[in-house]
């Protein structure tokens, strides 16, 4: 085989991550102009040069793992023998794949009503001192899980994709919650049948338990798989 099997793995990751890239850029603010750029693609670009085009996009891929390996020193996290994105993948959780237009023109209207000074973002001020959605300590929370970059303001995109996180997570997690008492036990995670074997589950419950108290409610269960949804 001319490429081992760890370089497929991560040639393939780099290729998801790029589509995921991708599908979010037109999701949130250009999916008119990239509609019509195809359209007028398909009809003026002969056949050959579009085959040449998707090379180089496959091309691109590669080299994009290859030399753009970021903090290769830093250990990736593993569930069980498995990568965040793997657990995602049996949760059934799809992301900016599974979000529609209208959720996210939801998700920038109610950005608006926070953008006091109309400047684009939300500064702790705006968010936390004066919002008036769920309480403080709620706030708190969700600016410091926006704030992707840790700059202490959240942009509207930074906004909208931790809403198109926690809202998906938010619905896995109450699927799972078979008795409907806002917690999740070890069990409810065996019983789903989103894993292959109980072993699993159980790691899989037990690294969602940050606490370690053998029940999940829905802010520590959110931590993580926000962390999940933005790891590598």
């Not at 670009?45 to 496959?58: C, D």
């Not at 269960?221 to 590598?232: K, P």
Request: glycine share 10%.
């Amino acid at each position: 085989m001319f490429f081992s099997q760890p370089v497929i793995q991560s040639w393939e990751a780099g290729c998801s991550d790029v589509l995921v890239c991708a599908v979010a850029w037109v999701r949130i603010g250009s999916g008119f102009i990239m509609k019509n750029t195809i359209v007028h693609w398909k009809k003026n670009v002969s056949r050959k040069h579009r085959l040449w085009t998707a090379l180089l996009l496959a091309l691109f891929c590669l080299v994009s793992v290859v030399f753009a390996q970021p903090n290769t020193g830093k250990k990736k996290e593993r569930i069980g023998g498995h990568s965040p994105r793997q657990i995602l993948n049996l949760f059934g959780y799809r992301g900016v794949l599974g979000i529609t237009d209208q959720q996210v023109a939801g998700y920038r209207r109610v950005f608006g009503f926070g953008d006091a000074n109309r400047d684009g973002r939300h500064s702790k001020k705006e968010y936390i001192e004066d919002g008036f959605y769920l309480t403080k300590q709620s706030r708190q929370g969700i600016f410091r899980a926006s704030d992707s970059n840790g700059d202490g303001f959240v942009t509207e995109a930074e906004y909208v994709i931790n809403r198109m996180i926690t809202d998906e997570a938010k619905e896995i997690f109450h699927k799972l919650d078979a008795n409907r008492d806002g917690k999740l036990a070890a069990k409810e995670i065996v019983a789903s049948g989103k894993f292959k074997d109980e072993k699993l589950a159980l790691e899989v419950f037990k690294t969602l338990d940050v606490d370690g108290n053998g029940s999940l409610i829905i802010p520590e269960y959110l931590r993580v798989f926000g962390r999940w949804a933005r790891a590598d």
